[in-house]
């Protein structure tokens, strides 16, 4: 979770940019609606894990089962996506 939420702090120049363009084209009213969309939070990963652990019991069954993955091929993205 605080990796996840690290991209706020990743992107928070990138997302300032985005919302005064959107205030200049579309408003201050319009901007701040779409504001909670720019960034991350953790209500978002965990409503994700919770339908994840609903449907499939563990994450490690979404791997498996739900997307099909297999141990190579985890292996493989894990080797890809995680540092050290």
Not at 30 to 37: F, G, R
Not at 54 to 61: M, P, V
Request: no cysteine; hydrophobic share 30%; charged share 25%.
């Amino acid at each position: 979770m605080n990796n996840y939420l690290l991209t706020n702090d990743y992107t928070k120049d990138r997302i300032g940019k985005y919302y005064d363009a959107m205030v200049e084209k579309n408003g201050q009213t319009a901007a701040d609606t779409m504001k909670p969309l720019l960034g991350v939070q953790s209500s978002y990963l965990q409503a994700g894990l919770d339908e994840v652990n609903e449907k499939y019991g563990s994450f490690d069954s979404y791997i498996t089962d739900g997307l099909g993955l297999s141990d190579s091929e985890l292996n493989d993205l894990r080797g890809k996506l995680v540092e050290g």
